[in-house]
């Protein structure tokens, strides 16, 4: 983003943002100088006294950001990159950034303050270019849970998740479904919405935009986008929730217009949370490998920092059948 605000190449601006360079201008004039410093000023990038010690002296500390470590999906994957981590004789630092671009921010710069070898971001948002400026900087990271660009990322698969229970639905029956779609930033609310349209479309079924509802991914969330759903009449005769705690929410809202599940309206959630057996009414969801998607994180940023080539890994999904689905 810097690069292309100022029309140098993405070399040009870390080396002018790498304070081990005394002499930036023998990268460029004192007036691109100039200009490199003042955008990455307004897009809130500033220099990093330590970034230097990214690629000279390792620190053997591996910064990680996440959303909320209490969400149970962000902590299931952060405990396979500290798992992976003790395993390969280093160390990682956890912090949250509650979903808040600024915080985010702030807490990535922390963390370069502490001098971190590399980073792992959960918390990455499809509306921001705050990841697209930090790798101009050369800054050594990779992307899990959530996907963003070009950015190296290890995540479920999740337009197949949402394909594999748009199959189901489609097997017992269902036609008319309703999505709690979580947050309209984060790529896996997209991408598990988009994956279950798409197949639904191929079957020659159309989900109206009044049937998506994005909200959060937690149960007050979930709950409010299916009284919302619910509102109008006729109601559906499923409801796919993106995130198994919006699910659950979404189940209080349908017990309380009196609708059984899955008689009246089936339900399904995401990413096969232990909750998800054992609620009153099993859960039909997707399991993903949270775990693995810890551990594969980083092992990729290991990899990132010893120089090797590095890609983006999808890890498959698993449609888990319950009783919300087929009673």
């Not at 990038?45 to 330590?50: A, C, D, E, S």
């Not at 229970?165 to 947050?183: K, M």
Request: proline share 5%; charged share 25%.
């Amino acid at each position: 983003m810097i690069a292309e605000d100022v029309g140098v190449s993405v070399t040009t601006v870390s080396r002018v943002l790498n304070p081990a360079e005394e002499h930036p201008e023998r990268w460029a004039s004192p007036e691109k100088v100039a200009a490199i410093l003042d955008s990455a000023e307004r897009n809130g990038y500033r220099r990093n006294p330590h970034a230097a010690s990214l690629r000279t002296a390792r620190s053997n500390v591996i910064g990680v950001l996440v959303p909320r470590l209490q969400d149970f999906v962000l902590a299931t994957i952060y405990e396979g990159i500290d798992e992976a981590a003790t395993e390969a004789g280093i160390s990682t630092y956890v912090t949250n950034s509650l979903d808040n671009p600024e915080l985010q921010r702030q807490r990535t710069q922390q963390m370069l303050d502490r001098r971190v070898d590399g980073l792992i971001f959960g918390d990455a948002h499809s509306d921001d270019t705050f990841l697209d400026g930090l790798a101009e900087t050369g800054v050594p990271f990779v992307l899990t849970s959530r996907r963003l660009g070009e950015h190296v990322s290890i995540t479920c698969d999740d337009p197949a998740g949402g394909r594999l229970i748009a199959d189901h639905l489609l097997e017992t029956g269902r036609r008319d479904v309703a999505i709690v779609a979580g947050l309209p930033f984060a790529s896996t609310a997209q991408e598990r919405t988009q994956g279950l349209v798409d197949r639904f479309a191929e079957a020659g079924i159309e989900i109206p935009a009044h049937r998506i509802v994005y909200n959060g991914f937690d149960a007050a969330a979930g709950r409010a986008a299916a009284d919302q759903l619910l509102a109008r009449k006729p109601y559906p005769d499923a409801i796919f929730a993106t995130n198994d705690f919006a699910a659950i929410g979404a189940m209080g809202s349908l017990r309380d217009k009196g609708l059984q599940i899955p008689e009246d309206v089936a339900l399904v959630g995401y990413n096969d949370t232990p909750l998800a057996a054992s609620i009153s009414i099993p859960l039909t969801t997707i399991r993903s490998p949270m775990h693995e998607m810890g551990r594969r994180a980083l092992g990729t940023l290991l990899r990132k920092l010893a120089g090797q080539d590095v890609e983006s890994q999808r890890l498959q999904p698993e449609l888990i059948v319950r009783a919300s689905t087929v009673g």
